[in-house]
């Protein structure tokens, strides 16, 4: 009787914290922004030629979630959420050269208004730049903890000044990955970007509740490329998307993509600044209740076996 009254209180404890997540105001979760080099020498990881199928050229850096696109957090790069993960990727369409790169794929130097750049400098042939950016739970401003969505659950990205051609015809989804590891973009994308705009998720356009997340579409990001053998494919093909409800019951990344197709000549793509505000899950009561209920069964079963 007493483990059965015990187990109540547990659960009540349990329905209390999930409640209280669903109410109370969210914290600043991923925060990248300000000042992170004093030069432009800090490269994202890679930027090779991935290979070609026979028609497209592939080049870039295919995406991880366990090996940085950051570069290494350090003395000559660090900051706010500077450790980030993800990958980039240039598709050249109908050209299997192995000359076409980015020009630059680095952490611009801005004085203290830094940014993420990813320069193409193309001709000759149509492409796209496919790119996501990822940040782990471990590295989540709250602790290691996932974290939930609520009516206060904001994110956005602020971009930069861009030189090159205009990202007109780019847009930007946000990104999610579950406690399952499934990764997921947001039905809500902005378009027709420009330079220097602000770009914000909120309740009023992606649903943010208290029972539900908006919609969502599967997403793979380390789907290999059907004729390529070595490479990532980053690109999210909106007509075989499905979109569906989601309430997430924890997450433990959160990201953005980034896409820009069809470019004929040169493309800089610029970030600033990517924020996201969500509320911690309170896995405090949860690993509590875990080890209490553990220690009673266990307790029982001693009990019994005496008995």
């Known amino acids: 009787m007493r483990f059965m009254t015990i187990v109540v209180i547990a659960l009540a404890l349990l329905t209390l914290a999930s409640e209280d997540s669903c109410s109370v105001q969210a914290d600043l979760v991923v925060n990248w ?28 850096t295919a995406f ?20 980030f993960y993800g990958g980039a990727i ?6 299997i050269s192995s000359g076409d790169a980015f020009e630059n794929a680095r952490i611009k130097n801005q004085g203290g208004n830094d940014s993420v750049q990813l320069k193409a400098t193309q001709s000759g042939h149509n492409h796209s730049m496919h790119a996501n950016f990822l940040w782990n739970q471990p590295d989540f401003l709250t602790g ?17 000044q861009s030189s090159t051609e205009t990202l007109n015809n780019a847009s930007l989804r946000l ?34 509740a208290a029972s539900t ?7 793979d990001p380390t789907k290999e490329l059907a004729m390529l053998g070595a490479g990532t494919d980053l690109h999210f093909d909106l007509g075989t998307a499905t979109f569906v409800d989601k309430h997430f019951t924890g997450v433990n990344g959160i990201g953005f993509l980034f896409e820009q197709d069809n470019f004929h000549n040169n493309l800089e793509f610029h970030w600033e600044n990517f924020s996201v505000n969500a509320v911690p899950e309170p896995n405090g009561i ?5 080890a ?3 220690g009673l069964s266990r307790r029982a079963r001693r009990t019994n076996q005496q008995a």
């Open 33 to 60: 922004g300000g000042g992170y080099v004093a030069n432009d020498a800090q490269n994202l990881a890679g930027n090779i030629l991935l290979g070609n199928d026979g028609v497209n050229g592939y080049s870039g």
């Open 64 to 83: 991880s979630a366990s090996t940085p696109f950051s570069p290494p957090v350090s003395g000559a790069y660090t900051g706010s959420s500077a450790r």
């Open 90 to 95: 240039l598709v050249h369409e109908n050209d």
């Open 144 to 160: 290691n903890n996932p974290v939930t969505f609520n009516a206060s659950t904001t994110a956005s990205v602020t971009l930069g």
């Open 175 to 208: 990104l999610v990955r579950d406690l399952a590891n499934n990764y997921w973009l947001s039905e809500h994308f902005f378009t027709g970007l420009s330079n220097n705009g602000t770009y914000v998720w909120d309740s009023s356009n992606q649903g943010f």
């Open 213 to 219: 997340d908006g919609k969502w579409a599967a997403y």
């Open 286 to 290: 949860l690993t509590f209740v875990i």
């Open 292 to 294: 209490l209920v553990t």
